[in-house]
């Protein structure tokens, strides 16, 4: 598990910024009071703080929760910070996570330009 974070049958990331000062049973509280979700299942949960070249990772293995932290040292992650929700990652979303692309990419919507219509009117 250390290694493998395609091992869980979920893998949840968390939107917006994360204290990273904060240990296994704050995140744990975080995770179940503010979402509803069941820390037991085989889920893996992804928390970012500010800076984005490290976040943290918590994990129920059977007997205990496992905490890891993960530091790039070359490159930053592009962690969604639009919200304060949890979305589900699969295995090909958590591979652009960790390559330091956003997993979850925001339709980009451009204004449309003012076109002006010059209508001519003939008068007969």
């Known amino acids: 598990m250390l290694?493998?974070?395609?091992?869980?049958?979920?893998?949840?990331?968390?939107?917006?910024?994360?204290?990273?000062r904060k240990g296994i049973d704050t995140l744990a509280i975080l995770?179940?009071?503010?979402?509803g979700?069941?820390?037991?299942?085989?889920?893996?949960?992804l928390?970012?703080?500010?800076?984005?070249?490290?976040?943290?990772a918590l994990y129920w293995d059977g007997e205990g929760f496992i905490l890891l932290y993960k530091r790039f040292d070359n490159g930053r992650l592009t962690w969604p910070r639009t919200s304060e929700e949890v979305k589900e990652?699969?295995?090909?979303?958590?591979?652009?996570?960790?390559k330091g692309l956003n997993p979850l990419p925001q339709p980009k919507?451009?204004?449309?330009?003012?076109?002006?219509?010059?209508?001519?009117?003939?008068?007969?």
Do not use: E, M
């Open 31 to 35: 995770i179940a009071d503010n979402f």
């Open 47 to 56: 928390f970012c703080g500010r800076r984005n070249d490290r976040f943290k």
């Open 3 to 20: 290694v493998n974070y395609h091992a869980p049958k979920h893998v949840y990331i968390v939107c917006g910024n994360t204290d990273l």
């Open 109 to 124: 919507v451009h204004r449309a330009k003012k076109r002006f219509i010059l209508l001519k009117i003939f008068l007969y």
């Open 37 to 45: 979700l069941d820390l037991y299942n085989d889920s893996l949960f």
């Open 89 to 98: 990652l699969d295995s090909q979303q958590l591979d652009l996570l960790l």
